[in-house]
């Protein structure tokens, strides 16, 4: 059995730029992840339940495990040597590190802390998504710009899901790997090594019930998904947890696709590009997958805003490829 300390000990000569910082902050972050485990998985017990009456900049009421979750990463992300910036889905602005000018920190985390959070007071699995790169700014705290990079310069993206198990998984641009938290003796623990995305796959990830306002090229999938066709092992499996990451887990390792398309009420999409989008596709795009925006390589796409919004296509590679052909057939550009 291999710890997550371990196997990032053994692995830090494959990081990019390895000088052990990328190992530390991979590390605080699975510290933070066991910390706000322990808590997703009492929240009904604790007093940590539920709205705590504000409000974050996406208009989303913040359940207090949001805010647990946001402080705790904040807090374990700051208080090492190797972040000049943070930003996440919870904070309106980017968070510069003062601190850490001195030191020379050269790292950027953006993250969504708990994505899926509407879900909490069902009991249904949750997830922390993070995306790591280096900073673009020369010297002093972390900018603006920093956190404005394109998905492809991304050195390493992973996510946390809280289900039936709690796992850690991640990629630094050499495969991804996936690590199952043991409760007994609080380490994560390398369970699926090298996780490769099936070509094919017969789950589709949609909601459904937005079915009437979805371009036309997304429709024409979506019946193309229930048509009765052996050969191709159709009609697939609809499955919608209404949480990103536990759709976007289930569909990595079985193979499946994942599908958020604009349409009037959200114009640009719903899911966030730089602390959703773009980690979820690097480790897609790492295990054999794609993602897209529906014409753009998501990973090639350069932010313009902290909390912008894109249409989102991704999953196994011949799925993606099919719902392009079909976008391509029927749908404007704009209104993929
Ligand atoms: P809808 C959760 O808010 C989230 O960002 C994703 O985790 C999830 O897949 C999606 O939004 C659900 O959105 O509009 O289908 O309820």
Same mark, same amino acid.
């Given at each position: ?13 494959? &990081? ?51 805010? &647990? ?71 002093? @705290? ?13 050195? @390493? ?30 380490? &994560? ?144 550009? @704009?209104?993929?």
């Amino acid at each position: 059995m291999k710890t997550l300390g371990q196997f990032i000990i053994e692995r830090q000569k494959d &990081f990019p730029y390895a000088k052990g910082e990328l190992s530390r902050l991979l590390r605080d972050i699975g510290i933070a992840a066991k910390v706000i485990n322990r808590e997703v998985n009492k929240a009904g017990l604790a007093n940590i339940f539920g709205y705590n009456g504000n409000t974050n900049i996406q208009g989303e009421d913040q359940k207090k495990l949001d805010v &647990f979750a946001d402080e705790q990463l904040i807090n374990a992300l700051t208080s090492g040597d190797e972040c000049c910036v943070v930003a996440s889905e919870e904070n309106d602005s980017y968070i510069p590190v003062e601190h850490n000018i001195s030191k020379g920190a050269k790292y950027v985390v953006l993250f969504d802390p708990l994505d899926g959070s509407s879900n909490i007071e069902y009991n249904v699995s949750i997830g922390t998504i993070f995306s790591i790169y280096r900073r673009t700014s020369e010297s002093g @705290a972390g900018q603006l710009e920093d956190c404005l990079q394109a998905g492809k310069n991304q050195v @390493a993206a992973g996510y946390i899901v809280y289900g039936s198990s709690t796992m850690l998984v991640f990629t630094t641009g050499r495969g991804v790997n996936g690590f199952t938290y043991d409760p007994s003796i609080g380490e &994560f623990c390398l369970s699926h090594p090298d996780i490769k995305v099936p070509e094919d796959g017969h789950i589709y990830s949609v909601n459904e019930g937005n079915y009437q306002k979805f371009p036309e090229g997304i429709k024409k999938y979506i019946k193309y998904c229930q048509e009765e066709d052996e050969p191709t092992k159709r009609p697939y499996t609809s499955r919608y947890i209404g949480s990103m990451v536990s759709d976007f887990h289930r569909n990595l390792l079985a193979g499946g696709i994942y599908i958020y398309p604009s349409y009037h009420n959200n114009p640009k999409g719903k899911i966030r590009l730089s602390y959703e989008c773009n980690p979820l596709a690097y480790i897609i795009e790492q295990a054999g997958g794609m993602a897209t925006d529906g014409v753009n390589r998501i990973l090639d796409i350069k932010p313009t805003e902290l909390h912008q919004r894109t249409p989102i296509i991704l999953g196994s590679r011949n799925m993606v490829l099919k719902v392009m052909d079909f976008v391509e057939k029927y749908s404007q550009v @704009a209104l993929i």
